[in-house]
């Protein structure tokens, strides 16, 4: 039974905590044991984005302390784990830790496909389903194909996605262009970053989605403020809350 | 020029919501187009990694190559000629015109030109410079500095094409028949190259081994423009090397596949030595390309072999315009590009991008083009050009994400108080996600406080 340390990201421990169950109902019924490390806070992405590796190090080397000693660390995020898998190098490389932790930390829909190897989660959903493959998770982790790379189609999310009764995802014209939250960029680059995100849910409407759904919570919150001060019908889940069994609210 | 930042620049072009989405769609035809031809390659994601490595290569013994180059083409009969910097480049240009007493240059597309300000200094010297390439012509008509190092006036509609034509070709107004409009420019550009006495050209593969060099064009601009003159001064970065001939094919199967989805330039032109009776200049030119090559971190980004792809996919470019980086190559790989030469100038520039990564994905010769961004965002902050406001909040993350304490009080307190305030207190013009975006709903726990009652609950 796989002794699972769970890093919950800061804004979705304090703004989406049903995502955070969700992600532990999942673990759990997968024969999980979950433990979530009360001292825990942030990767540290906030800071090393925008340039601020001197206030990123102190956190990357919290992050490794706390989650050393468990078997594997899973994360409802592609964007977090990205950052402590690829970037964790430049900050905190000389630690003691850093090789163990950082290759045993997984995205939560990575690490039960490559590692519980589940292949199908039993459960229903029906609704037409947007799949916003969000950038960190697919061109870091390599969670799904990049439409730019010619190679085999896959994603891991959506292989999931696609075994609940009754879903329905939807085909999307820009299969994977990003929604323009980028953390600090989302208010630095306030014009731009909202027009993308106005495209991409624009695409989920065409497409015909009622839900948009991502593996990043992020990506969502950017897209669900702009939904809603736009007072559209379309509604944001997070991957984990779907695979829960959790259904939209009416 | 005073250079604004690039978020107010931006602002500018997403306002006129219609313009920018017609931009965003004209350049993702383009990366789709590309999309579609590098799928129909099996050996595609190969060939960029052999790309690649050539490239690695060729920048692991510049100066050897360089100086091979220069022995090979001069044996051809080429004069070849070293610029540390665009003043020097320039007279250089300047001085083999003048050599020659002639006043009227044709050029092809060139970017190195564009970069070395090329134009305006022949003209304050008295010398007619006609950009022959298209989009290039429209934007030296406009007089405005091409805003795609591919696509040059990818930004100006037909419509506005008409009326540049109209006030300075004649035809007839409101005319947006392109074929119309070509034939016009045709044959207005017909007399400039049977005028020329001097054909100028950019170059886009050197060849070590062969001292020869390819031009790629759509137009035939440049072959016409450097065969009816008798005199060719090619001007080249020195980043253009690749050591042997046979590297040559894979670059032009990448390259226009790449940059505009065909599967190759219409013409790749080799020049080896100068043609029967003429002459040959070659300048090869530095402008601080040694010190990137000199810098772990951003060497790779002499790799660029000026496809235009990561600003084809570049989802910030196709909704700010080439115009919103006001450097010569914009985009992605200008961004890496501008600061290596003035960081302070261009400190906003790694940060108009989300990282969304897609440009490396994108990329022939895999420049690791985000994480670059990323690598320019730290040293920015090193060097302390960060601003104020921003510096001192991510300090203040730092030190708030140290404190667990602190982190869950500051949670709290947020929590609670945000849903109680008065709307326009939250919603004002210091809160940029607000503009445009609700915030979430704020929940009454966090994740970590439910959890914690519920393992008191289980126990």
Known sequence: MP???????????????????????????????????????????????????????????????????????????????????????????????????????????????????????????????????????????????????????????????????????????????????????????????????????????????????????????????????????????????????????? | MAVRKHPENAAVFVADNDRAHWHDQALWFVRSKRDKIAATLPEWEELRQRASEIKLHTLSRLADLLEEFERNATKLGAKVYWARTPAEHNEIVLSIIQQHKATKVVKSKSMLTEECHLNPFLERNGITVTDTDLGEWIVQLLEEPPSHIVMPAIHIKREEVGDLFHKHLGTDAGATDPPYLVNAARKKLREQFLGAEIGLTGVNFAIAETGGFVVCTNEGNADLGVSLPKVHIACMGIEKMIPRFKDLGVFLRLLARSATGQPITTYSSHFHGPMPGGELHIILVDNGRSDILG??????????????????????????????????????????????????????????????????????????????????????????????????????????????????????WGRWLLPKLPRFMVYNRFNDWGKQRELPPMPKQSFREMYALRNKERS
């Open chain 2, 295 to 412: 810098s772990e971190e951003f060497r790779r980004s002499l790799h660029c072999i000026r496809c235009g792809a990561c600003m084809n996919t570049c989802p910030v470019y196709r909704r700010s315009g080439g115009h919103s980086y006001q450097t010569t190559v914009p985009g992605p790989i200008g961004s890496i590009l501008a600061p290596s030469r003035d960081a302070k100038t261009y400190s906003t520039l790694p940060y108009a991008c989300s990282l969304c990564g897609s440009c490396s994905d994108v990329c022939p010769v895999k420049i690791d083009l985000h994480t670059q961004l990323l690598s320019w965002r730290k040293e920015i902050a090193h060097r302390k050009l960060l601003p104020w406001s921003k510096r001192m909040s991510m300090t203040l993350a730092g030190m708030m994400f140290q404190r667990t304490w602190l982190f869950t009080m500051i949670g709290r």
């Open chain 1, 3 to 250: 002794h699972v340390g769970l890093f919950i990201p800061c804004y979705i421990d304090q703004l989406y905590p049903d995502v955070g169950f969700a992600t532990v109902e999942l673990l759990e019924k997968h024969g999980c044991t979950v433990e979530f490390p009360p001292a825990q806070t942030c990767c540290g992405q906030p800071m090393a984005n925008t340039g601020c590796t001197d206030a990123a190090i102190p956190v990357a080397r919290k992050y490794l302390e706390i989650f050393s000693k468990y078997e594997y660390i899973v994360c409802p995020s592609g964007s977090c784990t990205a950052m402590i898998r690829q970037h964790y190098h430049d900050l905190v490389h000389d630690h003691p830790d850093f090789e163990r932790v950082t290759t045993h930390t997984y995205e939560l829909c990575e690490f039960l496909v490559d590692v519980l190897k589940i292949e199908t989660i039993t459960g229903s959903f029906p609704y037409r389903v947007g799949l916003h493959q969000s950038c960190h998770g697919l061109r870091e982790l390599r969670l799904g194909s990049a439409s730019e790379l010619m190679q085999p189609r896959f994603s891991k999310a959506g292989q999931l996605l696609q075994g609940l009764d009754g879903i329905q995802l939807v085909e999307l014209k820009r299969a994977d262009e990003c929604c323009g939250f980028g953390g600090t960029f989302a208010v630095s680059e306030e014009a731009v970053s909202c027009m993308m995100g106005l495209d991409r849910i624009h695409d989920h409407e065409q497409a015909g989605a009622e839900i948009v759904t991502a593996g990043d919570m992020s990506c969502l919150m950017h897209m669900y403020g702009l939904i809603t001060r736009q007072k559209k019908p379309l509604k944001v889940m997070h991957v984990a809350e779907i695979l829960a069994g959790r259904q939209p609210e009416k």
